[in-house]
């Protein structure tokens, strides 16, 4: 998947969401995308990385401090 079709899905999903709300204003839109996206991102990196902390980070480009922090906010710990 390159990152052309990973923006062509996000966006698709997008235009679905606003066709969902049926004219409702959306709210928290940036909070609710960061999770959803950021969960499966760190899944992902963590078993490619065979769960080293330090290498997931820097593939990132994170701090390992930030990526321990953001594992347990997704319960991935």
């Not at 499966?40 to 078993?47: G, H, K, N, Q, W």
């Not at 490619?48 to 390992?64: D, H, P, T, V």
């Amino acid at each position: 998947m390159t990152p052309k079709s990973i923006e062509s899905c996000v966006r698709e999903n997008l235009e679905l969401y606003f066709r969902d709300l049926g004219g409702e204003t959306p709210h928290f839109m940036h909070d609710m995308l960061i999770n959803l996206v950021e969960k499966p991102l760190l899944e992902v990196v963590m078993r490619e990385a065979e769960g080293n902390q330090s290498r997931a980070a820097e593939w990132l480009g994170i701090n390992r401090n930030t990526l321990r922090r953001k594992l347990s906010q997704h319960q991935l710990l």
